[in-house]
């Protein structure tokens, strides 16, 4: 038997409405933010990725889907949105349209990671970009954002952890500082993180071997760094979430995984759905455009991973739209039935009933049963007596009590009962 790729999932109907309930929520907040939906391709040119997310990520690293296409060319799957939104933006001229710029994407991202509960090779996204705006006003927004989507979705044990890491000007002494405090111990850490080190030492905080984060945690913390702007950017941003009644937490231990942040980064963490506990991720990255390419733009934003939020939602027992069902099954008795049944398919379905009928020329009793197992509300029944009284016997499949309907009333009456 063929398998799926490893790292892969299937999403099948019966969950498939899980999703849509998520996406709806994703939708519906973000319009309320006025943010609108941008879809980009799946695939763009390495470059864009290497230049974007940056060359001493994990992502570019170790973890991209590259490839060379028939032209040559190399070709990357996107590990992630951000990159191919800041392109898209550049490259049609939306920085001459209203600013700032506010858009969301709900997309799957492919990641060469070690699969585990959570972690995935294909996973998907819902994310939020705002550009243009350099003010602490834009960052609030963007974790207003996220937070109001936590939060509709009913969940309540995430919690925001919220961290600077400063300008490229404050971090330059920061990153003395790192090297002064882990050069003695260079010996006993990771290859990678041997690397950062000359790279780019803050990301040796983000680091996931035991090995290494036994150092992390008495590293200094950028926030003593801080220049006076970027101090007085985060004091800004704390007093909108505070005025908002957003709740956070500081951690200095929160850097990012992509190399383009700046100032604000925040993650939405649970200890409800296992080890890997978070489930949204972002912050402001004002030198990705420019480095994609462009002139100075300043941007904010986040992205949320889906399956995560599954897990969450799970664990913390939030509630879900109702799995949909079929309104009304036509059963037709006879051929002239059934294609009666199948013609008034039609009009239910135009009046806004969900309705299906026999495809599979089955007898009454085995169309009784699939009726069952597709979980349809009500049978209509259709048989010759039927027909020439233009009616159909309408079964009620919770309470098992039936009526007999007109066919021109059927709409109506499975509209007010289903
Ligand atoms: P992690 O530290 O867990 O690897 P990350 O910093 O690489 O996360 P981001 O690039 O910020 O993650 O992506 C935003 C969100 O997307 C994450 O918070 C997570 O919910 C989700 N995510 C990232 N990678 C995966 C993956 N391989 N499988 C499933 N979800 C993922
Ligand atoms: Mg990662």
């Known amino acids: 038997m063929l398998v799926r790729p490893k790292g892969t999932k299937d999403m099948l109907p019966e969950e498939a409405y899980r999703w849509q309930y998520i996406e709806k929520i994703a939708r519906e907040t973000a319009e309320a933010f006025a943010f609108r939906e941008i879809r980009t391709p799946v695939f763009e040119y390495t470059e864009l990725f290497s230049r974007g997310v940056g060359d001493t990520s994990d992502i570019v690293n170790k973890e991209m889907y590259t490839f060379l296409d028939k032209g040559n060319r190399s070709i990357t799957l996107r590990p992630e949105g951000t990159a191919g939104v800041a392109r898209a933006f550049l490259e049609n001229g ?48 963007a974790i207003s954002l996220a937070d109001a989507f936590l939060k509709n979705l009913g969940l309540k044990q995430v919690k925001l952890r919220l961290n600077s890491i400063g300008c490229a000007h404050c971090r330059a002494k920061y990153h003395e500082a790192l090297k002064n405090y882990f050069a003695p111990h260079l010996d006993e850490m990771c290859s990678d993180c041997k690397a950062r080190f000359e790279k780019n030492p803050m990301r040796m905080l983000d680091c996931k071997e035991e090995g290494c984060k036994r150092f992390t945690a008495g590293a200094p913390k950028m926030l003593d760094y801080l220049c006076n702007d970027c101090k007085t950017h985060f004091g800004k ?24 942040y700046s100032r604000t980064v925040f993650e939405f963490v649970t200890s409800a759905a296992g080890a890997q506990g978070t489930v949204l991720g972002g912050g402001r990255y004002d030198t990705l455009l420019s480095e994609i390419g462009g002139k100075n733009v300043p941007a904010v934003g986040f992205a949320a991973g889906m399956e995560r939020l599954l897990m969450v939602m799970d664990a913390e ?5 109702r799995e949909k069902t079929t309104d009304c099954y036509l059963l037709g008795m006879d051929e002239r039935s059934r294609e009666k049944a199948f013609t008034l398919a039609r009009e239910l379905r135009r009046a806004g009933v969900s309705a299906e009928t026999d495809l599979m020329t089955r007898s009454v009793k085995a169309q009784f049963k699939y009726a069952d197992k597709a979980g349809a509300r009500f049978v209509a029944v259709l048989g010759e007596a039927e027909l020439t009284e233009g009616a ?14 007109k066919f021109g009333e059927l709409a109506q009456y499975l509209l007010q009962r289903r």
């Open 94 to 141: 939306l920085a001459g349209g209203a600013m700032p710029f506010k858009a969301y994407y709900l997309i799957s991202a492919f990641r060469y990671e070690r699969p585990q509960a959570g972690r995935l090779r294909e996973f998907h996204q819902f994310g939020a970009e705002l550009y243009g705006a350099d003010g602490a006003y834009a960052d609030a927004e």
């Open 237 to 260: 941003v704390k007093e909108l979430l505070g005025a908002s009644g957003i709740a956070y937490e500081i951690d200095p231990s929160i850097v990012r995984g992509l190399d383009y």
């Open 317 to 321: 027992n939030a509630p879900f739209d």
């Open 392 to 405: 159909a016997e309408v079964k009620d499949m919770k309470t098992s009590s039936s009526e007999k309907i």
